[in-house]
Every structure is written in C-alpha cells, then in structure tokens.
C-alpha cells in the first residue's frame, strides 16, 4: 500500500525515458511482406527484472511484433537475462502459431545489438537446423553500425518449421543486451520494418508554439483546454508562482477574437499553494476543475485528485475525490538514491461518471499504467482498474485525455510504436466495460518529436490539438497548438448552452438542466446552471436525437427536443428553456409526447413527460387539468379533428390508467385552427403538432 503520507504529486518528468521505434511491414514490389512473429515462449534461460517490475524485460515481451528497435537503448518492453554482462551463454526459445516455409528469420534486438551467436530453427520433427553461427557473427561484428534487425536469409524456402531459438553471450557487447521481437516468412526480398502510425498522416503539420503570453523560461505543461476552447488552463513552473518558483502552479489565459491567447494568470488561492500544484481535467461547462492531490485543511497536500467549482466568489477550496484502495507505487533508482514522488493524471469523461488514471500499482506491465475508475451514488469512486494489454506495456503510459465524444482517448506511451522519447498515441473505446479499446495508433513524426511529447487536450470543435512539447520550446517544456487532421480527430459533438428562464416573468432561474436520448429516454448527462456564474453548457455527440429540459421544485419542465442525428460536424447551439411555475393558467406544451404519424399511438419515449404530469397531479390532489390538441393544416379538416381528439383521449388514457381521476381531466381539440406558427415548411408545421395541458385549479 501507499504511505499514508505521501509526496504531494507533480509532473515533472523524473524516471529514465526508453526510446522506442515500432516496426511495422510495409509493401514490397506491390506485395505485403507477411512475417509471422512469436506467439509462444517454449523455454528460456533467465529473465531480468526493470525497475518498474512486473512484466519488464520479461520473455513475454519477446512476443508478437518489434516494440522496440534502437541501438543505444534498452527498454522494458523486450527480454534481457538476469546478468547483463555475463560471460555465460543465455537463450530464449519461441514458437509461432504454425509452421510455414521460411526464406528468412528476424530478430530484432534492442539495447546493444551483436550479442546473437547462434540462432537455431526447428523444423516439423524437432531437427536442429543452426541458421546462425560464428561466421556470420564475426561478419556482423565487423559492420561499423550493427542493425539492430538480424536478418538471416536463407538460400531457399525448404525449410519448414514454427519453433526458433536465439543464443546470446551477454558479453560480447557492454550493457543491456535485448530480444524484442522473433519473427520467420518466406518473402525473398530482405523485410523492410517502419513506424506505425494513424492512417492518411500528413507528412508535415504546423505545430505552432502558443508563444510568450503562455511559455516562459520556465517549465509549462499539461494544457486543459475548456470545452467551448476560449480558456485554457496549464501548469507551470517558474517565478510568479505561490511557491518559491521551483513548485508548480496552475495557470489560465482566455482566447482573444483573432484567435491568440491573451497573456496567462495565475489562478491564485484557493487552488495553488506553496507546494505542487497541478490541474487534470475540467468539466463540458468549465465549472469543475480536477486537480491533482488532495487538498488537506491545514494548508498541506497529499497523494490523490480534488475538484474544485466555479461559484459567485470564484474557485471553492478544492474537495478530495475519494477513489477506493487508489494507491501508486513510488520509483526507486536501481542501485539505490531517493524514491521519486508519487506521479499521477487523470482524465474525466464528459457525464462526470469515469475517471482514467495513469498509475503505478502492484499489477502494473511495468511502469505506469493507465487505469479506469467509476463514480458510485455516494461521490466516491470505485477501486481503479487496468484497460488492458492492448493500451498497456511494460514501458510507461502516462498523460491520458478523453475527449468530449466519450469514446477517443489520447496518450503517451514510451513503449508502443513511437518516433522519440515518449510519444502520443489514439486509441478508441470499443464498448461500455472500459477495458476494451482499439489498437492504439501513433499520431505521426508530424506530432511527435525525437523528445517526449503528451499532454494531448482538444475542444469540443476539434479544430485544434494542443500539447507539451520540449523541441523548440523558449526554455523548459512549452505548450504548442496544431491543427487536427481527420484521421485522429474524435467523433464530432455539439455545444448546447442558454439559459434556463421562468415562461411567465422570463426571469432566470437556477435548475438542473438534463439531457435525455430521444430513442429510449436514457438520461445522458446532467448539469447546473446558476444565472450568476453564466449559461449552461453541456456537450452531446452528434448523430443522435435527444431531449432536453430543466428540473426546479415548484416547476413544471417544459421538454425541448434538439435533432442531432443529420449532423456530422461541430455544431455550436444556443438554446433556451424554460420552466413553468405551477399555478392556475399556467399552460405546457408537452414537446416530448410524440405520435406515429397521423395515428393516435404514443411513440416511445412519450412516457416519460407523461409520468411527470402524473407525478405533478399526485403532488397537488386538488388540481384539474385541460388538455389541448393541436395540429398543422397539412390534409382535411375534418380529418385534423378527429385525430387532434383522438390524441387528447389517448393522454387522458394513460393519465387515468396511472391513477388520476378522469373528472381531474378535461379535453378539447382544436386540430389545425390554433397555430402558433406558420404552416410553410415542415419544421413549423412540426411546432403546431403539438399537445398541450393548462393548470385550471390548484
């Protein structure tokens, strides 16, 4: 378990960073070069251990496709024996998922290539066939450059087999000596490897450095950007913070009309204190901000996340989220020296609901790990749980951000296919469990640099990405901006934001404000609106239909509905409601009862605004009702008539069936005579199709 009392979390990067290059085929002559790699470990001789432990340097990590491809560094994600420089002869053996004829062998190494002395292939009856011995090891040797990838061609494919196996004399080269990847194919022409990254990556993007009104000297990372992306808050390190300069705080700038960024403030107390202070996360409204460590009365900080609200005075002083058995594991340098600080990020989805974390914990790969937590009744969280080996290596996954869709989530990782020290990469959850995302996909050398690169946070609009960087930076790490392209931009969204305003006096009024799937009436996300911090916002996916409304005691919600489902891009909409006060006149269109075309029969969903009413009617025993039914002037009148009576019956129906009494309930239809709007096009003829009730009696 973690200390009770731990360091209060920073993001200073402080643990050793593993270059890492993944390797991918690429075509030859028009053809896919089709290698298969292991997937099986038969037997090995020793397994070293990294500093993070659990699987690092590990066999396993010699499994599947190169990881890692470099000649001056090590990395957790490949298999190492346990003496480095050991004069003993150490070996893996692997097997892949069938045989096959093999014309060539691959094996990738990492850390310092040229320790290989034998490599041995085992046909379908166990025979050894030794396919590299001493002579081409003093051949290799002699290249002033060893490749890192050993190919070993072979003059023919008579070779059939499915098992390989690799000898090593650690000492043959100084330091760390690595299997990443074992791999056999019958292509002739020597396997070409490369990074792999998203699909349709543009060879050279702009990636604009946000300049002297946000960068300094100093250190600036970990950029949040406010959904509607005009305030953008970051962490620095530098004078003019609370502390002594060398302590982190929380800074923000607001966006100018011409698109610049005005110059950065320090947010002040409550939030930034003498001691480390870093933000996480912000909520679609940009009311709640997370932050890292838990923010104790006394002034001091401990290992953990808090959130802090927007009121009329500003920030509130930061309040602990409660995460169930969250602990992490501090670093400690091999060979001795201090443990480093707990480090930590988060990321919050869009309903408030699940968190992901980057930790270290006893179940890690390696290094830190991205982690899923989930908001229970009570505002505590449950106990963090792995993604999964798909986002998750044995190297460091860190700097997480979910975008507004719900469903894309960018990060850093130093062990999957990368270009640097430390690279983004876009994964895309598959399904609700949280534990099951796509393969991640690297943004590209465009993005990433040779240097660690994260931080990754984009508006709603997903126009532009912005980042941490050290290339090119004025100091110290330095917050950049690009322009996304496509391929790894989330699922489009749109902004919905307004007031919640009284029907009768058009006052504002504090409510809950609630959206709604139009298709099963799910509630999808909730937030407060207060006239005196600003406007709601709240941000729903595209493609979808749903209802929005405001809930205030003394109220009736009046429902809007909000068609999303033909819309493929950002949409930024403003949208006012309103609540009606329940007293005597007061008169509700029933936006959410739905019919099936030219019929009587409620559509589903309709329910939901019905048991409302029904509710409303048990609150007040004594209040009577008059329902209304409208239509457009599309057809006969009579027709119109009749239907717009048939669809007031059907209300009354179902009000009867819940339990009010019919006296309670009186009727009329007025079929197309009463419009409130005109009848030219089909989105105002949409607006006379209604049902509405009046409050007669209380």
């Not at 298969?36 to 500093?51: D, L, T």
């Not at 008579?158 to 791999?183: E, F, H």
């Not at 058995?325 to 989805?349: D, F, K, W």
């Not at 429902?559 to 033909?566: H, N, Y």
Request: hydrophobic fraction near 35%.
């Amino acid at each position: 378990m973690f200390p009770v009392q731990p360091q209060p979390t920073n993001l200073f990067r402080v643990s050793p960073r593993w270059l890492s290059l993944l390797w991918l085929l690429l075509p030859v002559a028009g053809h896919s070069q089709a290698v298969q790699w292991a997937n099986r470990i038969v037997s090995v001789s020793s397994e070293g251990r990294g500093e993070g432990g659990g699987k690092q340097l590990k066999a396993l990590q010699a499994l599947g496709a190169p990881s890692v491809l470099n000649q001056t560094k090590g990395t957790p994600c490949a298999w190492a024996p346990a003496n480095i420089d050991g004069n003993t002869e150490e070996y893996i053996t692997v097997a892949m998922a069938k045989p096959q004829a093999i014309r060539q062998v691959l094996i990738a190494e990492a850390g310092n290539p040229g320790a290989v002395i034998r490599v041995i292939v085992y046909d379908n009856k166990q025979q050894e066939h030794i396919v590299f011995s001493e002579k081409q090891v003093a051949a290799r040797a002699a290249d002033k450059q060893i490749d890192p990838l050993l190919r070993i061609i072979l003059p023919d494919s008579s070779l059939v087999g499915q098992q390989v196996k690799v000898i090593i004399n650690p000492s043959r080269t100084k330091g760390i000596n690595q299997i990443d990847a074992i791999g056999i194919t019958s292509a002739e022409k020597p396997v070409v490897l490369n990074v792999t990254v998203a699909p349709n990556t543009p060879q050279s993007l702009e990636k604009e450095n946000l300049g002297n009104t946000i960068n300094s000297a100093g250190q600036e990372v970990a950029p949040v950007i406010s959904p509607d992306g005009k305030t953008l808050y970051f962490t620095r390190t530098n004078k003019g913070n609370v502390g002594n300069g060398k302590t982190q705080d929380v800074w923000f700038a607001t966006l100018n009309p011409d698109r610049s960024w005005g110059e950065a403030k320090n947010i002040g107390a409550p939030i930034n204190t003498a001691d480390n202070n870093a933000i996480s996360g912000i909520s679609p409204d940009g009311k709640t901000i997370y932050l890292l460590n838990v923010y104790k009365p006394d002034g001091t900080l401990q290992f953990g996340v808090s959130k802090s609200t927007f009121a009329r005075g500003g920030w509130t002083f930061p309040r602990e989220c409660k995460i169930t058995n969250n602990y992490t594991q501090q670093s400690t340098p091999t060979g001795g020296g201090e443990s480093t600080a707990p480090r930590m990020e988060i990321t919050v989805s869009p309903d408030g609901m699940t968190m992901l974390l980057a930790l270290q914990r006893t179940e890690t790969e390696g290094d830190r790990d991205l982690y899923v937590a989930f908001r229970r009744p009570d505002l505590s969280w449950s106990e963090p749980k792995s993604l999964g080996a798909v986002v998750n290596t044995a190297a460091e996954e860190s700097a997480p951000f979910l975008a507004v869709d719900n469903r894309t989530l960018y990060f850093t990782s130093e062990g999957h296919p990368g270009f640097g020290d430390g690279d983004i990469f876009v994964t895309r959850r598959l399904d609700d469990t949280w534990t099951n995302w796509s393969v991640p996909e690297n943004l590209g050398p465009a993005v990433n640099t040779p240097q660690w690169d994260g931080y990754f946070t984009i508006p709603a609009s997903g126009d532009y990405a912005y980042l941490s960087s050290r290339a090119n930076s004025l100091g110290e790490d330095d917050i950049f901006r690009l322009k996304l392209y496509p391929a790894i931009r989330p699922e489009p969204v749109a902004i919905i934001s307004g007031q919640v305003l009284d029907a009768i006096s058009k006052k504002p009024v504090s409510t809950e404000v609630i959206s709604g799937l139009m298709e099963n009436d799910k509630e999808f996300s909730k937030v407060e609106y207060d006239p005196e911090t600003g406007e709601y916002k709240m941000v729903l996916p595209t493609q979808k239909a749903y209802k929005l409304s405001a809930r205030k005691d003394g109220y009736f919600p009046m429902t809007e509905t909000l068609d999303l489902s033909r819309d493929k891009r950002f949409r930024d909409i403003r949208r006012n409601l309103y609540v009606m006060p329940i007293q005597p006149g007061a008169k509700v269109v029933l936006r959410g009862v739905l019919f099936k075309q030219s019929e009587a029969d409620l559509l589903p969903g309709s329910e939901a605004e019905l048991d409302q009413l029904t509710a409303l009617m048990a609150q007040y025993p004594s209040m009577t009702i008059l329902v209304e039914g409208h239509t457009d002037n599309q057809g006969e009148w009579n027709l119109n008539m009749k239907l717009a009576e048939d669809r007031v019956q059907r209300v009354k129906q179902y009000l009867a069936a819940k339990g009010v009494t019919e006296a309670r309930i009186q009727t009329k239809a007025w079929g197309p005579s009463k419009p409130v709007a005109s009848n030219e096009s089909e989105e105002k003829r949409r607006l006379n199709r209604r049902v509405e009730f009046t409050i007669l009696t209380l």
